[in-house]
Each structure stands twice: as C-alpha cells, then as structure tokens.
C-alpha cells in the first residue's frame, strides 16, 4: 500500500470521528448532523456553549448541554422536540421577555438542530 493512499485513509477515517454525532432519542425527527451546521450557521455558539460546537467561551444564554435530559424549556414548554422547535423559531412566543433573538430560523432547520441538541 502506497504511503499517499495510507494517508488519505488516516485522513477519512480522522474525518468521519470528528463528525460523528450521536443518534437522536426514539421519535426525534431531523438529521443531527445537518441540526450541528445549522446551529454554525446560525451561529448559536455566539451564545450558548453547545456541546461538540466550536465557539468562545461565552456566557449569554444558558449552556446547551444535556438537552435531552432537561423537563422544561423557559420554565414553560415541554422539553420535547415540538417544544425545542418552538422556542427555537420564535421564542418570545415562549417568553416574551426572552433575551434570545427570533432568527428566522427555518422549520426544517429547527428540526434538524432540535435532533442535534436531543442527542446530546
């Protein structure tokens, strides 16, 4: 086996473990690997520290880690998948004294990020 192919196959290999993401609980719609690029995109690592989402270490918004653990969100909604893609949409519907920014975050978007966030 030449040494350039041996690389490239470390190099893939290296790719697909950085990327990894874990699945998603049962009933959780969305692709969380689209929801992790979707939150860059967005950039909610602007705000939140979100687990396997390289940003600052900031404290604005509360951190995203154990999502798919937590009862409630805002003290209010439900902490399922419906509840999370509402929030994200549009959360001063949920709080209208949120300091979190609607941004304009797209259906699918809300879904595929709310998969994301559920499975961490």
């Not at 604005?60 to 154990?66: A, I």
């Not at 209208?96 to 609607?102: I, K, Q, V």
């Amino acid at each position: 086996m030449s040494i350039l192919r041996t690389m490239g196959i470390a190099v893939a290999l290296a790719g697909l473990a950085a990327c990894s993401v874990e699945r998603p609980p049962g009933g959780v719609q969305g692709d969380p690997v689209r929801g992790k690029i979707a939150l860059t995109q967005y950039a909610c690592q602007s705000c939140h520290l979100i687990p396997g989402v390289p940003g600052s270490k900031v404290y604005v918004g509360r951190p995203l880690s154990d999502m798919g653990r937590r009862k409630v969100l805002a003290g209010a909604v439900p902490n399922d998948q419906a509840g999370l893609m509402r929030w994200i949409r549009d959360p001063q519907s949920v709080d209208p004294n949120t300091a979190m920014p609607n941004m304009g975050v797209t259906e699918r978007d809300a879904r595929d990020m709310s998969a994301y966030l559920l499975s961490h």
